[in-house]
């Protein structure tokens, strides 16, 4: 295969390196802060200048696009960019990230302006830096370093980018958007620019994501708070069934107990675990970043499997009755449930709801009214090992920093799922932030060095893909 | 034996009814709400109004006795009064009631001032009518006839009268104030004239009160509130060990599941399941009075066998992680738990809580912390049924009502277990109020049909219980 030469790249790279952090810092002084009503206009301002930076990259395409909630409320905006590879059987990618960020102030513990970048000590700081503005902003140095280094006018694969406005805001709009947009965001493979490694001296590439399927579950008793004394011990107690039912979630062996629950679930393969185990995995420090004080989980799996790669059962919150000072001997009147599943490869959203409805509903007394609503989901998504664009972006990554590259996966979800589903196209993830970067913390900042072998990563995948990749031999 | 004449007992009350709904009003206007601050003054002038009718009555003392709190702060008053026998041998006996009452407005739905008492269709109505000043005042016009009718100067028992002011605030500064008070309170029995019967035309009398030991159980987790998706699964979480704990409370035939609880729990017996059949139990009317929809309990017991003879544990309040609209992954930092243990007699409150923190600390994984606090207890209390002061009640009831006298019990507990423990007498039951009454409730209101029965059975009282009573010679 012709590869594009990495001393070229190199070279390219080092030439802009400046003036290009000299933009990024530019765009990090924007405080896009999706959260707040108050800094909509910097959404804007910050949506605005991407569109400009991506123009003056060479996309000649580079729009911002509208968003609104299902009411019609105006939401912030995307920025939708493509380049076309002019070649016809030249695989389509779509690159997505986000341009807002997480509110910050340096009363919260910040040692300098988070809204003012510093470069030092081989890093820049700032919020934003590395969630998701820095990576992001590699790729428009990485399609220049492309092109340099092939020669080429147009990228080697047709390019199309997708930078929302409101990820730190949960995303509320933007199923909406990509629905509306699915023929211009039509794709062979869809690359998620927004996550991390392992570890700045362990590169390594996600291969998926835990869905999620979060329900809220309002138990209802006595018309009100009855006295226990008077009534206690002969009548259902809703919240003593609200205890009941979160603690049959899991067995003893802390399997998930809901009849069904597992079906269709894809099992870790041998290769899955020996390449999770061949990650430095520290439990202590693990812990320390969990704030945690143990491990509990599934029997028969690792802490790795568990969070990564098992679906999982989890009480996010649970109330009923007197919780004031003091005693007050009631049967409360209702009782409260929040719970959340996490989703692997091959479980399906309704499924699960309908097993969760059938599992509640069997396991209440008479006596006891429920309601359950399941406000929203979001779908597992898990790339082939050998899948060949993971492939080339694993190769990309490995030319980058001279180095073996590892797998991880993701816990949690974000909108990649929807891209999934929505597009039909493969996720990959392509992250070079890593755990100390401070996202949704203080000292946000991302590392240059890493930042750099990002640019170059970008750099090679696209020449990588369009050489080794025919999207339509491959089943997805 | 000489009974005290029927007839004559009649004739004097009927000739003195008048004076004493007059009276029994004027008390009723006195607003002595204990919760109040700003009218602890009323509280005051009830606990004088009250000391001062005694005297006339003919108690040769009568006090207004002081409470304080732990810390010195001044509690709202008592009133003791006594009357003795003069005879080396009469037992002596305690009655006990309060003088403070509820607090009531015209605003919360009275048909008529609730501090202006109407005496209208056979009924007083007011705040304080039932509960409790009706049913410690019958016991004035009671003593009296039962000295106009046997011809006695003085009762035919020692008698003395404990008239707290703080019953519906929780009675915070009781025990201090019968334990310092303890020699000049000793007695032979207790009689408490603060309860109730099954229905007006279902005279009965109570004959025990559970027991009460509540606890809360706090667990902590992760140092802060952790990401659901990140370390979800893998590492245990508060709030599903608080509901494990409370689930694990019942087992599957809603037995108490703690070990060592039920030790020493007196049984029921033959007798005492058929004499709570004898009443006329409607479960559905039941239910609406417990505003529940459904009955559960312990396995092979009934819902009166559940609620006043089976120690039973409820969830009086569970909470943790998030409560608020929509959804938030999270592993909880915290999560909470209120439990309370109704007590039958035999059961020790100090070996219950010692079950309980054994239980607790063997049930919770590596990782979760706990504390666990048992802020009181108040101690069941039962007569046995052959208890010849019991049987004195139940003769002079039935002279009264000229009914069979029924048998109950008392789900909840008052103060009456803290004179039981402090001075060392049995507790005996005598109230003449219906559940129709509205205790806590609008419109309160006493029939004054059943309060002259209640006047008529204090009349008899005394004299039976001197005449068949030697209470050195009973073990309790």
Redesign the interface.
Known sequence: MTRTPDSAVRSYIDQHRAAFLDELAAWVRIPSVSADPARAGESRRSAEWLADRLRRTGFPVAEVWETESESGAPGLPAVYAEWPSGEPAAPTVLVYGHHDVQPAALADGWATEPFEPVIADGRMSGRGAADDKGQVFFHTLGVRAHLAATGRTAPAVNLKLLIEGEEESGSPNFVDLVRRHADRLACDAVIVSDTGMWAEDTPTVCTGA?G?A?C?IDLY????D????????????P??E?????????DDDRRVAVPGFYDGAVELTELDRELFAALPFDEQRW?EV?????????AGYT?LE??WA?P????????????GP???????SS??L?L?F?LVAGQDVEHVRSAVRDWVAARL?????HEIVF??ATRPCLTPLDHPALQSMVRSMGRAFGKEILFTR????GPAADLQDILGAPVLFLGISVPSDGWHSVNEKIELDLLFKGVETSAYLWGDLAETWTPGEQVR
């Open positions: 835990r999620l979060d809220q008793g006595p018309d009100q009855i006295h226990s004394g008077s009534f206690g011990g002969a009548v259902p107690n919240a003593t609200a205890a009941r039912l979160a603690a049959a979630l899991h812990l969990a704030k945690s004080h143990g491990t509990l989980g599934e802490t568990r969070v098992r999982t059962a989890e009480v996010n919150g649970i109330w009923g009755g007197y919780t003091g005693g007050k001997t009631i049967v409360p009782a409260h929040k959340s996490r007394p008479a006596g006891i009214r406000p929203g993701e816990g949690g979800s």
